[in-house]
């Protein structure tokens, strides 16, 4: 059964950086993309980072410039380095994988709390 798990989450002061880390455990075959999400209270989950098989990315507008995905393949791992963290970004952030062959399917993790403080 696969299995994501983050780690890197915590307590941070407005302009401060954190770094997420998601690794995968019981896959024997790799992703095609690999990214992060997070839901704030009382908002819908949205798309942070997306970290595409060939190595391309995409941002939400609000992290462009400050954010970025890195991933290792070979060891299904997929990073978020947060700087010029802002009180809005604080969420839980969810680890996201799909494959596309010979479906569709979507992993996730359990998320990691992520607070800025002002």
Known sequence: QVQLAESGGGLVQ???S?????AASG????????GWYRQAPGKQRELVATIF???S???????KGRFSISRDSATNTVDLQMNS????????Y?????TYV?????????????????
């Open 14 to 16: 407005a302009g401060g």
């Open 18 to 22: 954190l770094i997420l880390s998601c």
């Open 27 to 34: 896959s024997s075959f790799r992703f095609d993309d690999m």
């Open 53 to 55: 098989s060939g190595g």
């Open 57 to 63: 990315t995409n941002y939400a507008d609000s992290v």
């Open 85 to 92: 963290l802002k009180p809005e970004d604080t969420a839980v």
């Open 94 to 98: 969810y680890c996201n994988a799909r």
């Open 102 to 118: 010979p479906g569709l399917r979507t992993y996730w993790g359990k998320g990691t709390q992520v607070t800025v403080s002002s």
